[in-house]
């Protein structure tokens, strides 16, 4: 079990920076991939971006690679989303989730841990 609690959400004009965070506690932080998917309202939550166990392999959605990145320190059990050049379309609910299953997923059902969910606001 992990439990796993999102920061780092705000408001913040387009072409502006911010970093989420994700502070996990429980078992062996380390044994676990990460990712992070969002949700706008009315629409599906949606993947936005992976971590595997050593935080070596990353990947991104199409809509936020060159902008956004994923890292993670195993030391503070935490995981990061550094947002860049954010537009708009960027605006939604952050989540940050777990897995002991695999790397790499995307869909949201692969994912048995999840934050609580931290608002992004990207003004125009």
């Known amino acids: 079990q992990v439990q796993l609690v999102e920061s780092g959400g705000g408001l913040v004009q387009a072409g502006g920076s911010l970093r989420l965070s994700c502070a996990a506690s429980?078992?062996?932080?380390?044994?676990?991939?990460m990712g992070w998917f969002r949700q706008a309202p009315g629409m599906e939550r949606e993947f936005v971006a992976t971590?595997?166990?050593?935080?070596?392999?990353?990947d991104y959605a199409d809509s936020v690679k060159g902008r956004f990145t994923i890292s993670r320190d195993n030391a503070k059990n935490t995981v990061y989303l550094r947002m860049n050049s954010v537009k708009p379309e960027d605006t939604a609910v952050y989540y940050c989730?777990?897995?002991?299953?695999?790397?790499?997923?995307?869909?949201?059902?692969?994912?048995?841990?999840w934050g609580q969910g931290t608002q992004v606001t990207v003004s125009s």
């Open positions: 989730a777990s897995t002991t299953t695999s790397w790499g997923l995307k869909s949201p059902d692969e994912y048995p841990y």
């Open positions: 971590i595997s166990w050593s935080g070596r392999s990353s």
């Open positions: 429980g078992r062996t932080f380390s044994d676990y991939a």
